[in-house]
């Protein structure tokens, strides 16, 4: 299964690649993302930019919308984003007991992609290639990417 697999999975439905484009898919998938996206967000108690910021910087009243149960269609790229998000949050889980892994994105890490700086700071700053490479770090330390 690839990123947006685990997006996929929030349906428990497997979609085969040349249809993740397709609205009727996204719409399906959704609500079932944002909302697996915001109980994470408030296991790692993200404040609203943290959020934004992984979901690549909706607009606030957007941002507040989804928040509110209104999430319509996401865009392909903010459904990538929450599964690289949901990918992280499983690979912590494995690896680290259950308080650890909520906390070891606001912890300053000695990884040199993260120069010394937080895990979730490194992925809002630069965006979904910081949570790609955060994703590949954590499932090569628990052995593959599922």
């Not at 697999?5 to 690649?17: D, I, K, L, R």
């Not at 943290?50 to 909706?58: A, D, K, V």
């Not at 990918?87 to 912890?107: N, P």
């Amino acid at each position: 299964m690839d990123n947006y697999g685990a997006a996929v999975q929030v349906s428990h439905e497997p979609v085969a690649s040349e249809r993740r484009h397709d609205p009727d898919v996204r719409r399906r998938m959704s609500g079932p993302a944002m909302r697996t996206f915001l109980n994470i967000a408030q296991a790692w108690k993200l404040t609203v930019d943290e959020q934004r910021g992984l979901l690549g910087w909706p607009a606030t009243s957007t941002f507040h919308k989804y928040k509110a149960g209104d999430v319509g269609l996401l865009t392909y790229d903010m459904l990538t984003r929450i599964s690289l998000v949901i990918g992280i949050y499983k690979a912590l889980h494995i690896l680290y007991g259950d308080e650890l892994a909520d906390r070891w994105v606001k912890l300053p890490n000695s990884n040199p992609q993260f120069a010394g700086r937080p895990a979730l700071n490194f992925m809002v700053d630069t965006g979904i290639d910081g949570l790609y490479r955060a994703r590949r770090l954590l499932d090569g330390r628990r052995g593959g990417w599922n």
